[in-house]
C-alpha cells in the first residue's frame, strides 16, 4: 500500500506500538496541514 497511510499500515501489520504511534501522529499531521491549507482549521482529527 502506498500512499500517506502506508507507513501507519506497515508500523500496525508489524505490532511496532512505537512506530505505529509515531505514524499515526505524522498521518494525523498532514491532515492538519491539508484542512489548514484549504481554509478549514477547525477539522481537528483527535490524538491518540
Ligand atoms: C488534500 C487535502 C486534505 C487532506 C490530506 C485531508 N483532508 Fe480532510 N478534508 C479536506 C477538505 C477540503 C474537507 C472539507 C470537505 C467539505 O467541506 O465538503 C475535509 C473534511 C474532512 C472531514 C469532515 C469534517 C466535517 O466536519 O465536515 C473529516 C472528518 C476529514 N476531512 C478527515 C481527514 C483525515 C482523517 C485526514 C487524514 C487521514 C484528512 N481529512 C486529510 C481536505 C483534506
Same mark, same amino acid.
Given at each position: 500500500?502506498?500512499?500517506p497511510?502506508?507507513?501507519?499500515?506497515? %508500523?500496525?501489520? /508489524?505490532?511496532?506500538?512505537?512506530? +505505529?504511534t509515531? %505514524?499515526?501522529? /505524522?498521518?494525523?499531521?498532514?491532515? +492538519?496541514?491539508?484542512?489548514?491549507?484549504?481554509?478549514r482549521?477547525?477539522?481537528?482529527?483527535?490524538?491518540?
Open positions: 500500500m502506498n500512499g497511510f502506508s507507513g501507519l499500515v506497515s %508500523a500496525l501489520g /508489524a505490532n511496532e506500538t512505537e512506530q +505505529a509515531a %505514524a499515526y501522529a /505524522a498521518t494525523r499531521q498532514q491532515c +492538519a496541514s491539508c484542512h489548514v491549507a484549504v481554509g482549521p477547525s477539522i481537528v482529527i483527535s490524538g491518540l
